[in-house]
């Protein structure tokens, strides 16, 4: 099993690339301020459920096969790309729609839990992470050695409370502006804000996987 000083190693680095830009950053701001912290709280449990399976297919042999097959990982990525563009058309025009009513899309929990589910099925910087990032903690029979599943269990579990961790507080903290998006304004502008940021990182992904 990893010793202390991986582990704390490997928590500081996923801990650091959880605060870069991504799909999570970008989504649970806006949505936990327009829709409110019950939304931003459904969409961490899709998301913390995402990032699990991610880890648990690189831990039984995903990783293997991107690292064999380059065109897999590109797949992914081309996949995870379309579908933020998708989802970035919508926002935008959610906030047409609150701009002539005043309220928009207003959708179920169970939407956002699923939204957060698929973005992180998808998602290119989920993917390079377990992928990559994860077997190198472990060293280089983390994808071929059946002894090191429980270290790559262990240590994907851990960046999955890490990430859940940084997603609960993004989630709460964004959802304390949720009165303000009474204004119709203000919501149309906090809709279109969240379409620009979630173009603007599938753009990002779409140029680094060229």
């Not at 301020?33 to 931003?40: D, I, L, N, P, T």
């Not at 690189?58 to 990783?63: E, I, M, P, R, S």
Request: net charge neutral.
């Amino acid at each position: 099993m990893p010793d202390a000083a991986t582990l704390i190693r490997f928590a500081i680095t996923a801990f650091l690339l959880e605060l870069t830009p991504g799909p999570n950053m970008a989504f649970l701001i806006t949505l936990a301020a327009v829709q409110g912290r019950a939304a931003g709280l459904a969409m961490v449990a899709g998301i913390a459920l995402g990032l699990a399976l991610v880890g648990l297919a690189a831990a039984f042999g995903l990783a293997a096969i991107a690292a064999a097959e380059p065109l897999v990982m590109q797949g992914l990525t081309l996949a995870g790309v379309a579908y933020l563009v998708w989802l970035a058309w919508e926002a935008w025009r959610d906030a047409d729609a609150a701009e002539e009513d005043g309220a928009g899309a207003q959708r179920p929990a169970g939407a956002w839990f699923g939204r957060g589910l698929i973005v992180n099925l998808l998602n290119p910087k989920a993917a390079v992470f377990y992928l990559t990032v994860l077997p190198a903690a472990i060293g280089p029979q983390a994808s071929a050695d059946a002894r090191s599943l429980g270290p790559v269990l262990l240590l994907t579990a851990l960046a999955v409370a890490i990430a859940t961790g940084v997603h609960l507080a993004i989630a709460l903290l964004a959802g304390t502006i949720h009165g303000l998006m009474a204004d119709r304004a203000r919501l149309a502008l906090a809709r279109r804000g969240m379409a620009l940021a979630v173009l603007a990182v599938a753009v990002w992904f779409g140029v680094t996987a060229l």
